[in-house]
């Protein structure tokens, strides 16, 4: 008979107050709320029971619940200033779930929002950890430190230099190569695998921690605006595993055979000049049509479906030698015609896009892009999301990377 499976309580603290980013937990990241990536890490973990937020705001109780975690209280105020620690916020949690629902978890995970950047497995694998080592208290993420602690110093009040740390057998670490010092790690926001009873009893830690190591690549804490167009570079690039709100994000194809392209938004940056006759001009990237003209000389098909009916469309088209389509209501329709008659698959076909009349062909290929600016939906459906917005490089950047997935000899 196998044993029963451990109870595991994810609580995503998330105050509504925030002083460097106001309502950053609320805000957008790629099209979800910041908050959203902790939930998935919570409810896409195998051994996660149950996701719950702590939360002072009404707002951020509801998003949670729409991306399926619980929101089972409202944080007390008290538990919500700016100096408020984890360990009564988690304490709160614990005791409202004992006394009203009388429930009693046997380990507890945070998931912090200002790290959304997670690789898939990793909560799992750390809560895994602790189960493996029962005099362990908790296990928290930690990447390799960026500067050796060794090599730190504290000012004295006579404004001499102290070292910071101090190493056996090494009177002058400080002075030595960072090879031959001790290897420190930094922690990160990502996950902590913490006994309730270690929390009940006053720590959210206890005496033994356990390491669970994490690809210093994942490693992003949000607390300013760079942070934060940091951390979207790195989820936007594609090159990490991470866990994502929603469906899976599908990987660009390792042979595309047609790139299908809007045209507003995508191959122009979506202003329109219009002159007192009606006349209308847009800006186009040169660099975008050299990426378009490599793609073709590579073997891979391009065209353009636009909503609009406008000379200026096929004229840019034209002269790039793109084949075109205007006026089309039903985009969806004419992609399933189009893939038929060239006989080309779905999963060889890439869709970029950046509004919601474009969504009803992300589902028809194998791999559907946005550009950088796109609108919400289209961020969250998107299976990866361009650095670059529409009009300024971003098909150029979808060029590149069609271009560095085909094999040598068709680049």
Sequence with gaps: MSAKKP??????????????IPRKNALPFLGHPLLAYSVAAGVQAQRVTRTIISTDDAEMAELVRQYGAEAPFLRPAEFAQDSTQDLPVFQHALGWLAENEDYH??????LRPTSPVRPHGLVDEAVEILLNHPSADSVRGVVPSG????????VTEGEALQPLLTLDGNPEPYNSPRQVLPPAYW?????????????????????????????????????????????EWLAASGELDLVWPGASRRPLPAEVRLLVLDFDGVMTDNRVWVDQDGRE????????????????????????????????????????GIEYYQGIEDKATLLKKILAEKQIAAENTVYIGNDTNDLPCFPLVGCAVAVGDS??????????????????????????LILENLPKENR
């Design 281 to 320: 001009q847009v800006a186009a990237n040169r660099g975008d049509g050299l990426g378009l003209l490599q793609l073709r000389k590579a073997g891979v098909q391009t065209l353009v479906m636009s909503m609009e009916t406008n000379p200026v469309v096929a004229r840019r088209c034209e002269k790039l």
């Design 187 to 231: 922690q990160t926001g990502h996950v902590d695998a913490i006994r309730a009873a270690t929390i009940l009893k006053g720590s959210m830690s206890g005496a033994s921690i356990w390491p669970v190591h994490i690809d210093p690549r994942y490693a992003v804490d949000i607390d300013t605006h760079n942070d934060w167009k940091r951390a």
């Design 105 to 110: 978890p046997q380990i507890v995970v945070q």
């Design 147 to 154: 500067q050796n602690p060794y090599k730190m110093w504290r």
């Design 375 to 400: 609108h919400p939906a289209v961020l969250r459906q998107a299976d990866r999301v361009l650095i670059y917005p529409g009009g300024r490089g971003a098909v150029r950047e979808l060029c590149d």
């Design 7 to 20: 109870e595991v309580l994810a609580i995503i603290p998330a105050r509504g107050g925030s002083k460097s």
